[in-house]
């Protein structure tokens, strides 16, 4: 849970604020057929703090929220819903949005733009499978790297804001909102 935290950790905060603008979905297994799908909207996400420690409790309370009343969706606290999927289904939806790309030590060095925005696909700290890794292929997504050594997951959202906060059009709008 802690990688997990720091990932969380990293796509939100800012120094003074949240990124507003930013969605993530975290894929964990429910066991063997089914995941689920915690999804975190910046835009109405609350009572996120800097210490790992309380976006981990954060993210356990909202998993067990959803566990004492296992229902196929439902939003466990402010910004975040939760949701009893399929793996394959969900990873099909990331790779149709637009600037999809997967993360890989092997890859492109620059990032897709899309209209929407830029999804991205991150896996943990462990190499797919050889059934993961084809279905992955299989989907036709770019495959982009932020350099030549493995990096830790919270690292490399770091590192793809800053790539987009740098490419973003002079005078935009910071992707900062207050505090939750």
């Excluded at 835009?43 to 409790?57: Q, V, W």
């Excluded at 600037?99 to 462990?126: F, H, K, M, Q």
């Excluded at 982009?144 to 059009?169: E, F």
């Amino acid at each position: 849970m802690d990688a997990v935290a720091g990932v969380v950790t990293s796509a939100f905060l800012l120094s003074n604020g949240i990124r507003r603008d930013t969605e993530v979905d975290l894929l964990l297994l429910a066991d063997p057929r089914r995941i689920l799908r915690v999804r975190l909207d910046g835009a109405g996400l609350k009572f996120l703090n800097p210490d790992e420690r309380s976006t981990a409790a954060l993210l356990k309370n909202a998993l067990a929220k959803f566990w004492a009343r296992p229902d196929s969706q439902a939003e466990v606290g402010p910004g975040i819903e939760v949701t009893l999927t399929d793996r394959d289904r969900e990873l099909r939806a990331f790779a149709s949005l637009p600037g999809a790309c997967w993360l890989v030590e092997d890859g492109n060095a620059s990032l897709p733009r899309g209209d929407g925005g830029t999804t991205v696909i991150l896996s943990d700290p462990y190499e797919p499978s050889p059934e993961e890794r084809s279905f992955l292929e299989s989907l036709g997504l770019p495959k982009v790297s932020l350099g030549p050594h493995s990096l830790h997951a919270a690292h490399c959202v770091v590192l793809v804001h800053n790539q987009l906060d740098r490419a973003a059009p002079a005078g935009a709008p910071a992707p900062s909102g207050s505090p939750g």
